[in-house]
């Protein structure tokens, strides 16, 4: 029997029963629609959270002091702080795939000024800093080479530090003082908002490295050293070049340990990513779950069918359909109708993915793959569960069938 | 020159089988029914005569005993070669109609075509429309049964029954629910088709019906009770005119 005969017979079905089909539609239509929506809402959360490590500035290396091993016993992360500026200088002098290099120093402080006081962390750095985490200024200026080398007593605000010192006017120009000592505002950072871990990234002021370092924290080293690599690409590369370069500055034997850690942040994403992906695996099986109910919906109507086209199938057969002719007729039956439901749940789970995108101000990702792998997974949905209602009816013997009223 | 005979029982007998007790439907029937022919199989319920009808139809096997169709042996087919010949050699005609409701007589006349194996069918169209031109529904083929009398239901069957052009037309009571006019006017359908040497083969339990085909076999007790010829059937068409002018 020809395909094009069997398509025929099925199609006049389906269009006989518009409100039939119409229903048994409608579980995959939901279906497909909630798998969309879920796991674009997933993909979104995962895109947001790539966005904020993002926004810790592209192709960012960052060079931590490492782990230091006394007599084999490892003091963890940070135990011992071998980074100095001499690292600095040589990591400038001679790596040729870093397109910028700056050492932070870190220090909590009491920062006065304006109309009161704040708690926050003293970054001091170098004038790359805001060209590594592409953060750009709001208003004022940033510190220059001359005021690294001079220790100027020069600071920049986060926003949090403006909403809380200077709420009402321009704090450029003014002068706080952070642990006493007296600091002239230049510029403020634009808003960088959390970061993954939910850290107030605005709770910061910058300071050129050199004051940080001999005026407040009086470490003798510094807690780590921001670069950027020119491209993602060459992130691997510039890894390697570090360590090659720090290796040979901290004098450290072939087959030792580092006393470094040289991240990117791929790796410090990893973790929040794993987290997404878990939530994003989870939204997607509880749609799962509609639609694997939706092909129950589909198997249960299709029984229904089956019994009160007995007649219609008795008669099918007394002109000549084979079983699998039937089989097929029914099989062709779920299959189309789960397919045009999951292409109709794709229709509107892209809306729906909007509206929520729209209304939620959620980031929401449609990722394409995902509309072919609902289409497929309803095509298959349509046969698992038009099976067993097709070969029900194929079984049926035409003399009892052409009797049943 | 012997005419070919399109059907030959021998010995056919149908046991069924319900599990405590045997039921012999049929003891044993030999019947041979010719190219041309027009029979009429009488019968009161529980004589068999659905049974043989069933068997006519190769819907079912007999117990025992052969049975050619067209020289084929059909006891010996499996389902799916019984499929393949009810839709090439037999036109079934129902009591009630049994057309696919929602779907044009045109459509209703394809589905044999749909499901024949046999040839490839370019103009299936056109075949189902000459189909229903013969039984007078050429200007009716895309209403549907609910828009359609009983006897045009009728005539919409029949020319489903023929279209595929086959050996035998088996009618189950044809008439069992029409009026007596319509039913004159089906008769004289098959009369007609009968003369153009279309084999057909009739079950009802009406003698009036019966009268109007050439040979009456009447089943008893899952047996031929008896056979008879009729030299000048009546004539359909004939009683139809005598019948008073419809009314309009």
């Not at chain 1, 986060?158 to 007296?182: A, E, S, Y």
């Not at chain 2, 839709?87 to 006349?109: D, P």
Request: include cysteine.
């Amino acid at each position: 029997m020809r395909s094009a005969n069997l398509f025929r017979i099925a199609y006049q079905s389906i269009i006989k029963h518009k409100m039939r089909t119409l229903l048994t539609m409608l579980g995959i239509i939901i279906g497909v629609g909630a798998v969309i929506v879920m796991v674009a809402i997933g993909q979104g959360a995962q895109a947001s959270i790539q966005g904020q490590i993002n926004s810790l500035g592209t192709n960012l290396v960052l060079v931590f002091p490492g782990v230091f091993r006394q007599a084999g016993v490892s003091m963890g992360g940070g135990s011992f702080t071998r980074l100095s500026f001499d690292d600095v200088e040589k990591l400038k002098r001679e790596s040729t795939k870093l397109t910028g290099i700056s050492p932070v120093v870190r220090t909590g402080a009491q920062v006065i000024g304006g109309i009161s006081n704040w708690s926050t962390s003293v970054y001091g750095v170098s004038t790359d800093y805001l060209s590594i985490r592409e953060w750009p200024l709001s208003s004022g200026e940033f510190f220059t080479e001359g005021d690294v080398r001079s220790q100027t007593k020069v600071c920049i605000l986060g926003q949090t530090l403006v909403k809380n010192l200077f709420p009402d006017n321009d704090p450029v120009g003014q002068q706080v003082r952070i642990r006493n000592v007296p600091f002239k505002v230049i510029g403020v950072l634009s808003e960088k908002g959390q970061n993954s871990m939910g850290m107030d990234q605005d709770d910061i002021v910058l300071a050129p490295s050199s004051t940080v370092f001999y005026r407040l924290s009086g470490s003798r080293f510094i807690s780590q050293i921001l670069t950027s690599a020119a491209s993602t690409a060459e992130i691997p590369a510039a890894q390697e070049e570090i360590r090659t370069i720090l290796r040979e500055s901290h004098k450290i034997n072939e087959g030792e340990d580092d006393d470094f850690t040289v991240r990117n942040q791929t790796e410090l994403a990893s973790t929040a990513e794993e987290t997404t992906r878990v939530m994003t695996i989870l939204l997607a099986s509880i749609a799962s779950i509609s639609l694997l109910v939706g092909g129950i919906g589909i198997m249960n109507i299709m029984l229904v069918s089956v019994t009160e086209r007995t007649r219609e199938i008795g008669v099918r057969m007394a002109l000549g359909a084979r079983s699998r002719d039937i089989l097929v007729q029914f099989l062709v039956e779920a299959v189309v109708i789960s397919i045009v439901g999951g292409l109709i749940g794709i229709v509107l789970g892209v809306g729906a993915t909007l509206v929520v995108g729209a209304v939620t101000s959620w980031t929401t990702v449609i990722v394409p793959s995902t509309l072919f792998v609902s289409v497929g997974f309803s095509a298959m949905v349509g046969i698992f569960f038009g099976l067993y209602p097709a070969k029900k009816a194929s079984d049926l013997n035409p003399i009892e069938a052409l009797r049943y009223e | 020159m012997t005419t070919p005979a399109v059907i030959s029982l021998t010995d056919i007998t149908k046991v069924y089988d319900t599990g405590e007790i045997q039921v012999h439907a049929l003891r044993g029937v030999n019947l041979e029914i010719l190219s041309g022919e027009f029979v009429a199989i009488m019968g009161a319920s529980g004589t068999g005569k659905s049974t043989l009808l069933n068997i006519l139809g190769c819907l079912d096997h007999p117990t025992e005993g052969s049975f050619l169709l067209d020289g084929v042996p059909v006891h010996t087919l499996n389902r799916d070669q019984m499929a393949d010949i009810r839709n090439s050699k037999i036109g079934f005609v129902f009591q009630s109609f049994n057309l696919l409701q929602r779907t044009t007589a045109q459509e209703n006349v394809l589905v044999p075509l749909l499901y024949n194996r046999r040839e490839k069918i370019d103009d299936m169209k056109e075949r189902a429309t000459t189909a229903l031109t013969r039984v007078g529904l050429g200007e009716r083929i895309f209403s549907h049964p609910n828009q359609l009398s009983g006897g045009q239901q009728q005539r919409v069957a029949i020319a489903r029954a023929m279209v595929n052009k086959p050996s035998l037309i088996l009618a189950d009571e044809p008439t069992g629910n029409l009026d007596s006019r319509t039913s004159l006017e089906i008769l004289a359908l098959f009369q007609d088709l009968n003369r153009q040497g279309v084999t057909v083969i009739m079950v009802t339990h009406e003698p009036d019906v019966a009268q109007y085909t050439k040979r009456i076999i009447e089943m008893k007790d899952g047996r031929i009770l008896r056979e008879s010829r009729l030299s000048v059937p009546r004539d359909a068409d004939e009683e139809l005119r005598k019948l008073p002018a419809e009314e309009e």
